[in-house]
Every structure is written in C-alpha cells, then in structure tokens.
C-alpha cells in the first residue's frame, strides 16, 4: 500500500513545487525600453526602404508640413519621413487628394511588436469585399498619414511605417505608447473634391 502512494506523493509534490515556481516568475514588460526599441525598429525600415528586396518597391516621403513650409530637406531627421512599401499601384486614371478633400479608406494599425491598435474593417483585407468605410478630411489625421495620403492614388494600397514624430509624439494615447512607430496597412478607394462655388 505505501509503495502505490508514493508516485502519487511525487506527483502531487512536483505539482505544488511548480505551482509555487510559476507564482514567482515575473513576467517581462512587453514595453520595456520601448523608445530604444522602437529607434532599432525603424533604423531597420529605412535599410530595408534604401535597399528594397527584388519586387518590392518603397517610397520615402518627407512631412508635407515641412515640405509645404519650404524649410527644405537638410533640417529634416529620419523621423520627418515616412517610409512606404507599395502593396498595389494605383489606378491609372485614380485621382490624388489634396489635403481639403475627403478621402474613403479602409485600414489597420499595428505597433511595432505586431498588437493591432485600430482597424476599419474585420479579417483579411480583399478588394473585391473590404468596404472603404472610413472616410476624412485628407489634413484631419495625423501627419504621417496625411504625408502618405497625398502621394497616393485611388485604388493604391501600402505598407507604411509613420514614426513618432509623425504620430502620436512623446506622449501615450489611447492604446498606443509614446515613441510608437506605427505601421498601417491603407488603402485608398476614392477621393472627393469639396463642393463650392470656386468648383
């Protein structure tokens, strides 16, 4: 009779002595170092952006606010651009906004480590059945998209890599820490002249 209890015993010890291990193990910060981690990440985007692999093609476009008030390219930092990784072109007869019309997009937003933060639409994007819900003012979103925005054409879907600066800043919102590179899967399905007698 002892000797049938004794796995039993070992059993049920082993059993306790990793319920008291798991107890103490601490678990890692998902956001440790993240501003640092964050500076890694986007170094490799703009290697990847200055040397694309065979078929990819990448745009890099410097903050339209820089470019709009003239300060030129040799003050801007690697953070005053966004980097785009072309997914589908455009549509030959496909119209790019300006920063006052309405745009109709549909999107996902991901940090760095993957997380989806923001998404318009559920599941895979397909043209043939992702509606392009999301409609704003081209200028109404945060630099980086409105940069992106204004080099697109309708029906151009990218990949595109919005640093900090041309995102959220410093500082945490929503869901999304500060010095978050975000990376937005968009896609851009029509634009809309505003109406007025200038038209």
Not at 132 to 148: D, L
Not at 176 to 198: A, T, W
Request: net charge negative.
């Amino acid at each position: 009779m002892k000797r049938a209890l004794e796995p039993t015993l070992l059993s049920a010890s082993l059993l306790l002595g990793l319920a008291s291990c798991s107890k103490d193990t601490v678990e890692v910060d998902p956001y440790e170092r993240w501003a640092e981690r964050n500076a890694a990440y986007l170094d490799s985007v703009i290697q990847v952006a200055a040397n694309p692999p065979a078929g990819e093609t990448w745009r890099t476009h410097l903050s339209y606010k820089i470019k709009s008030e003239n300060l030129g390219e040799d003050i801007a930092a690697k953070e005053d651009y966004v980097y785009v990784k072309v997914l589908q072109e455009g549509r030959a007869d496909g119209v790019t906004p300006l920063s006052t019309d309405t745009v109709y997009t549909a999107y996902k937003g991901y940090l760095m480590n993957g997380t989806l933060f923001d998404s318009s639409y559920s599941g895979d994007f397909d043209p043939k059945f992702t509606e392009a819900t999301f409609s704003t003012q081209a200028s109404a979103v945060v630099t980086g998209w409105t940069t992106t925005l204004l080099y697109m054409k309708e029906g151009e879907r990218v990949e595109v890599f919005i640093p900090y600066k041309l995102g959220y800043g410093t500082s945490d919102y929503s869901s999304i820490p500060g010095y978050s590179v975000m990376r937005f899967d968009m896609y851009l399905d029509k634009v809309v002249h505003p109406q007025g007698p200038e038209k």
